[in-house]
């Protein structure tokens, strides 16, 4: 059949509020113009992020009602670590609530001052615990990322020859390098298993710790298997297990291809390593067999790993946010090219082509958005990475301004989809009356959640 149907049927619902413009105008004003400041009961549909916004299966919930909250030793803890093991294949498993923790854990344990990460491209957190043990967090995606309207197939793939250089000029100061499945940050894009090979035999050449960030490493598999040669034929399960075997650890946030609402881990193969990491994890988790999770949380991850991997699931998946995309491109609206993965990337400084870089102009569509029909998304450019010049107070801009539509996984159905495309599009018609923005406060780090702003 050429329709991709949604490959599930609705068991319990949720209902929406539908609240009016001036309804939104005043919850803009009261939360600074900033969504991650909005009452969630206040949003139609809610596209701020996919990560713990998953509808989880029957089969999840039935696996939490087995959850075992013993506090060590658990029999979702064993599960658990058998599932991660089976899948990701590394020998040490430790769970934590959520991926920024597992961050946390690995570069406090591995980074001092002076010291650079290479990556892709880093997302907020990642970027963020990197730069809170005094190293630099370095983004080095092959030059077909940064342009939007590149239809690369793997525009997330790390540039090996810029890996290279950085490897060889900081030598003995390069203490872990890292690969986003896929590339959150520079719009969703995947990464080819040539690519992570290269990586990791470039790692191994100089002695590097080569590390995975796995949060949609189902969906990385599933574009592989379609646009990679020599592929197409194999499961999605035995793709993944293919990256992991070129990887030293890995750190998972199982709010994303977990189908969890919760949860996460850190794993390696290092156990000189593993047992530094154990003694931060229990000091700031809990104990090594729960990580901060109850055991139902276990279980549904466990379960919901391998429903990640179902083709079913993915070609749907990944046709649904294809679909919006290319609804949005037949419309005129400038997107990341090519869409796909968990999210369409607005192209914010080609929508808003009027409005400079420094006045924010993806913060001004994201507030457009949400104005118009109630949609929450989220700034991926100037307000979550750009910094201000320190001598002048200026502010940095970033090399892309994305507006993100993150979809939840198995949430919403295509006439939603289809009102986004709607809403979308009708703020593309008025777009040159969109004004630009100004920080009124912000944080010294991770400022894009707190921040305030006021319109130009």
């Known amino acids: 059949m050429r329709t991709i149907i949604e490959p ?7 209902p929406l509020r539908m609240t009016t413009r001036d309804e939104r105008e005043r919850l803009l004003r009261e939360a600074g113009f900033n969504p991650f400041l ?13 990560s713990g916004t998953s509808a989880m299966s029957a089969e999840q919930w039935a696996a939490m009602m087995r959850g075992d909250e013993a506090y060590a030793g658990s029999r ?25 923790a597992a961050e946390r854990i690995l570069f406090s344990t591995l980074c001092k001052p002076g010291d650079v990460v290479p990556n892709n491209t880093h997302f907020d957190t990642t970027r963020a615990n990197v730069e809170a043990t005094g190293a ?36 003995g100061r390069v203490p872990v390098c890292m690969l986003t499945l896929t590339n959150n940050s520079g719009g969703g894009q995947p990464v080819s298993m040539a690519n992570a090979r290269a990586v990791s035999a470039l790692c191994r050449e100089f002695g590097v710790p080569f590390y995975i960030d796995a949060c949609r490493y189902a969906e990385n598999a599933w574009f592989i298997k379609m646009r990679e040669e020599g592929y197409s034929d194999k499961r999605p399960i035995d793709i993944a297990r ?24 850190l794993a390696t193969r290092d156990e000189r390593l593993a047992t530094r990491e154990r003694d931060l994890l ?74 400079a870089p420094r006045d924010l102009p993806g913060q001004s569509l994201v507030v457009e958005l949400y104005r ?36 939840p996984r198995r949430v919403y159905t295509q006439s939603h989809v289809e009102y986004v495309v709607e809403a979308v599009t009708n703020v593309w018609h008025r777009r040159d009356a969109v004004r630009g923005m100004r920080f009124t406060y912000q944080a010294p780090t991770l400022r894009h959640f707190t921040a305030r702003f006021a319109s130009l």
């Open 76 to 100: 979702s803890w064993y599960r658990f670590e058998a599932a991660v093991k089976d899948i990701f294949g590394f020998d040490i498993v430790m769970p934590v609530h959520q991926g920024r």
């Open 8 to 14: 599930f049927r609705i068991k319990s619902v949720e």
């Open 136 to 171: 630099t967090a370095l983004d080095l995606v092959i030059a077909e990322g940064r342009d939007p309207t590149s239809r690369h197939p793997f525009k997330g793939n790390l540039d090996v020859d810029r890996l290279r250089a950085v490897l060889a000029e900081h030598r």
């Open 38 to 50: 909005l009452p969630s009961d206040a949003v139609i549909i809610d596209l701020l992020t996919d």
């Open 282 to 355: 229990i000091l700031t988790e809990g104990f090594t067999t729960y990580g901060g999770l109850a055991g139902r949380d276990l279980d549904a991850i466990a379960t919901g790993l391998y429903e990640a991997l179902d083709e079913d699931y993915l070609r749907y998946r990944i046709r649904s946010v294809v679909w919006l995309g290319e609804r949005l491109l037949e419309a005129g609206v400038p997107i990341m090219e090519p869409p796909g993965g968990h999210a369409v990337y607005l192209d914010a400084r080609r929508f808003l082509s009027h409005v």
């Open 242 to 265: 293919e990256l992991f075997a070129l990887a030293d650890g890995c750190t998972m946030s199982a709010k994303k291809d977990g189908l969890a609402n919760i949860g996460g881990f």
């Open 372 to 407: 118009e029909a109630g949609i929450r998304a989220v700034e991926i450019g100037t307000v979550m990475f750009g910094r201000p010049d320190p001598a002048t107070g200026e502010e940095g801009v970033a090399p892309l301004d994305l507006v993100r539509l993150a979809i």
